[in-house]
């Protein structure tokens, strides 16, 4: 009973394509968020969404855009990619938004060559 | 700037002994900090949240401090095992929307 699930679990890919991964939670939860975890193993959060509002992290390139077709889901898809994009994504979730504990999802390696 | 700095350096301690993990911020103010454990490979696991009004939380063989003059949060393990072998990330939330800043995290290493 995996709580947060992503797949794929692997991508690789050329330069200049359109992906996308996807993530779903069974937690009931309705708040759910993207982090970016690069070579050096920081981890960044990319975009909260709750209840249809979208909270983007600044930094994060317009090619980068969270879909959620209901509750349980929020996809990620990435145009025109780049080497800089080769990284680890994770997908979290939680109760709300506020000092609610996150839960995350395994993880896509996101390869881009 | 803001920063949240984990020492980078791999902690190696035996087993049975205390290990204590620093997390030091600059330029915020947080409501809260969070902890969690991360294995190679897969997504962190949250251990422990402390508000900015407490001093101490423990759980089990855990224990956080969280000092607000200093900016700081100790994270200790008592007892240590092998199987406490992680990165163990620090968190906090600038802005109280759970948009959370992590710091570097610090791996630990408990040698049998």
């Known amino acids: 009973d995996t709580a947060v699930s992503q797949t794929p679990k692997y991508l690789v890919t050329q330069m200049g394509n359109d992906k996308s991964i996807k993530c779903e939670q069974n937690l009931g939860h309705d708040t759910m968020y993207w982090y970016k975890q690069d070579s050096k193993k920081f981890l960044k959060i990319m975009f909260s969404y709750n209840n249809k509002e979208l909270i983007i992290n600044e930094t994060v390139p317009n090619r980068f855009s969270p879909k959620s077709p209901d509750k349980a889901h929020l996809n990620l898809h990435i145009n025109s990619l780049e080497l800089g994009d080769s990284a680890v994504y994770f997908c979290?979730?939680?109760?709300?938004?506020?000092?609610?504990?996150?839960?995350f999802g395994p993880g896509t390696r996101l390869t881009v060559l | 700037s803001q920063k949240i700095e984990q020492n980078s350096e791999a902690l190696n301690i035996q087993e049975g002994k205390t290990a204590t993990l620093t997390c030091n911020y600059t330029n915020y103010s947080p409501a809260y900090l969070q902890w969690y454990r991360q294995d190679p490979g897969r997504g962190p696991v949250f251990l422990l949240l402390?508000?900015?009004?407490?001093k101490e939380k423990r759980k089990e063989r855990l224990k956080v401090t969280f000092d607000t003059t200093l900016k700081q949060s100790l994270f200790h393990i008592t007892a240590s095992q092998p199987a406490d072998s992680a990165t163990y990330l620090c968190?906090?939330?600038?802005?109280?929307?759970?948009?959370?800043?992590f710091g570097g995290g610090t791996r630990l290493m408990v040698k049998p």
């Open positions: 979290a979730s939680s109760r709300g938004t506020g000092m609610n504990e996150q839960f």
């Open positions: 968190a906090l939330d600038p802005n109280a929307g759970n948009m959370l800043t």
């Open positions: 402390i508000r900015e009004n407490e």
